[in-house]
């Protein structure tokens, strides 16, 4: 990403937006165990009380202190989703561009085989995994990746095949370049829109799995302090204290809500503000399209370089 | 504003539909195009020409009371007899006039029918419309459907009329697109370019279907098109547009043998025909720009050559020409020839072609050949012949011609030779060594010495990747001594280099051919291809493309592969030409010969249907 780029996606009020959230959540969750009044694990009021009385955010179910838990309990949540979710992505991809740039055989062969783990509930790939190998934070993200994967495959082969026909595909073909350069060049730059457009919400989606596997006792185990935990073991007194499930759940919102921005804000900067182009354009000189003039000194000329 | 009183001939009928003092703009509020006004008599064909962005299909659309995207009509009246007039900008009911009293063919067929609803669907609705609160309208819809279909040249078949749209062939589309039209009822029918994306024999019957619709049936048609060469064999008037304006505008005769304005004249010029020899003149320049053209000024005046001090202080409005205006006072004299310009020619138009210069002795000793090809398409585990058993060479300094119709196996050739298309048969050598197949396998300097220009420019072109960046990458394939600089591949091109920097959409469509040129030439390549290059051009941009072609080939000696399907295009550059049908040869030989004594059966319908810049015919 150059600094035109960056420059472009924080003019805008989305793209900045995005970006003082993400920052927000991030400082929560890296500064939040050095500041959080109490210990996130210890038992120190009654069960699910209000807040208020000691507590900002009152208790969870165990009478711990929620405000506590809740600032404790964004490393692992963002550190888990996160890697899980760019190593899915990097795996999906390279499959998906291979099936869609190779089509024939190959495609076919990898295509199947993604259906075939896409054939799998999601949760039972999980308890095999878990049933498998012992408890570990590892565990939970290859489990992530694995359900994540076959989804990006998917979208990332339709994407390659459309790209993998166009002519400038064809002339770097014949001109011998690499099948790494034509992807790194060529393709993987026209069909990033189509990849970014749902990482925030693929990102949310593993934050839930890994949730759910912490609740079921399957990947990190309580009493760990974890946002999707969190939302979970509090369900059964979400009527004496909403902010137990509530506290998380914002954070997990703007946290999916800044990334969503974020990827937008960029995909919006990299095709280039359509309007400052234009206008800068009436303001450069036109090459006649007839046979080659003078090149008229314009003053302005090189604005777009 | 004058009204254009484009229709005296006392052999036409009553007027149909006119359209006064039309102003279109943008969201912005700029004009798209102002102050146009036209009006049609029944049986009458109005070909309205002029480059993209001129406002042709902006003013067409206008006569329905419609706007495209964007765009929105700012004033303008449209007159029919028996009806209130509708006033374009207020008008409520502009519903009233569509597929009444309006009818439009739309410029692609293929995407103007919707694909789930079969023939006799999209017709049927049509009828439904029409006949929607109307009691005595006609009842017996099935037979009309059929009686449709015959008129436009179609099977009337239970089994053609369950077809869908993409079991048609484009000429086919084309036509349920005009039988739509018809069916409508309505005395005008508005045609955007619908012979575009057709081959010239498709074409040829196209164009003779709507001669016969408007003698049987007495239809208005405003027949809009970037080709003057078509529009010169259908239309009975024309009318030139330029920057949002009719510049222009007279009988079909009198536009086309005494054009007035030098735009006319530029654009007639630029029109390749196959009927002479020798490159078409380029037009300097490009179409103004939307937000650049002046109120205060003629908009064609920087790149017309009899432009004088008058012509950059005022604009000048349509008026008639003193020499037709003596004889188009009096009825049955072909009606009023009017022109926007300070200084019209007027003098009779004779084709000025850039003479090509004298046929360089070819060297002897083919550089590409091509032996006893054959390719097949696999079709749902089906094979297809596309090519079969095709032979030929090409010489340093040559360029040779593949013409045929759409599906005829040209671009299949191509893509075989360039290494994009496996094939079954046969041998393509280079200076005689044997290439591999796909372009993967082949050596380097095989890679290097030969290279291919696309049809789509604005496919051709990595919209992630500036001007420099997609001519450097194709650089690197040369040594470094022998890599030409940047500067000199853009000069080569007719580029400025100012370009370097900029992304493919920030180009104009000539502009990113070029690009493709410069690209393909930076290999220092001695075999080029260009598959249809200048298919998607404006012919004022195709005339300067294809000079540059030709200077190319005097300079560099490249031995060209020219694929098009347009016979003037043919006729302006190749040296020996190759007529392709269903995948085989049918005829080969020296273009003249070929252009003018084609010998077999198939060459001579391709030369009949080839439109020609000829009036009276």
Known sequence: ?305 | MTRLDTVVDESKGAEVISLEDLRVDTASGMPIVEGVSLSLDEGQILGVVGESGSGKTTTALALFGFAQGGAELARGTIRLPGHAPFELATSKDLRVLRGHYVSYVPQSPGTALNPVMRVSRALREMQEHRNRGDTDARRDLEAERDEVLAVVGLPNTHEFQQRFPHQLSGGQQQRVCLAVALLSGSQTIVLDEPTTGLDVITQASVLDELRRLQRTRRVAMVYISHDLAVVSELATHVAVMYAGNIVEIGTAEQVLTRPAHPYTRGLLSSTPDYRRAGLPAAMPGVAVSLSDRSEDACSFAPRCALATDECRAAAPSLRPLPWAAAAGGAPGNGGRHDASCYHPVGSPFSVTARELPEASPIDVGAVLGVERLTVEHHVRGQRVAAVTDVSFAVARGECLALVGESGSGKTTIARAIAGLQPYETGSITLHGEQMAQPAARRTREQLRRLQIVFQNASLALNPREDVRAAISRSSNLCTKESRRPLEELMELAGLQPGLLGRLPRQLSGGERQRVAIARALATNPEVLICDEITSSLDVSVQAAVLATIEDLQAKLGLALLFITHDIGVVAALADRVMVLQRGSVCEAGPTRSVLDEPKSEYAKRLMDAAPSLSVGN
Do not use: C
């Open chain 1, 1 to 305: 990403m150059n600094r035109t780029v960056l420059r472009r996606m924080l003019r805008e009020p989305s793209g900045l937006l995005g970006l003082v959230l993400l920052v927000l959540v991030l400082l929560v969750a890296l500064a939040g165990p050095y500041i959080a009044p109490n210990s996130p694990t210890d038992t120190l009021g009654t069960v699910g009380a209000p807040p208020g009385g000691g507590f900002a955010l009152g208790t969870d179910y165990l009478g711990r202190d929620v405000l506590s838990r809740l600032l404790n309990g964004g490393r692992s949540v963002i550190f888990i989703g996160l890697t899980a979710t760019i190593l899915a992505y990097i795996i999906g991809v390279i499959a998906g561009l291979y099936a869609g740039y190779r089509s024939g055989i190959r495609d076919t062969v990898t295509m199947r085989s993604v259906d075939v783990i896409l054939a799998f509930p999601p949760l039972l790939i999980l308890l095999l995994l878990v049933g498998g190998f012992r408890q570990h934070v590892w565990v939970l993200v290859v489990g992530v990746v694995i359900v994540q994967t076959p989804g990006i495959a998917r979208i990332t082969r339709t994407a390659t095949l459309s790209v993998s026909k166009t002519s400038y595909v064809e002339a770097a073909q014949t001109r011998g370049d690499s099948t790494r350069t034509i992807w790194r060049k060529d393709i993987i730059p026209n069909i990033q829109a189509v990849l970014l457009a749902d990482f925030g919400i693929r990102f949310a989606v593993s934050i839930v799995l890994i949730a759910s596997m912490n609740y079921l006792g399957l990947g990190l185990a309580p009493p760990a302090s974890d946002w999707g935990l969190m939302m979970s073991e509090n369900q059964s007194i979400i009527s004496l204290n909403p902010m137990a499930v509530l506290g998380p759940a914002i954070m997990l919102a703007l946290l999916t809500v800044s990334i969503n921005l974020i990827a937008d804000a960029y995909l919006r900067a990299i095709s280039g503000g359509q309007d400052n182009i234009v206008k800068r354009l009436r303001r450069a000189p036109r090459t006649p399209a007839g046979l080659p003039l003078e090149p008229a000194p314009v003053p302005g000329e090189g604005s777009l370089t």
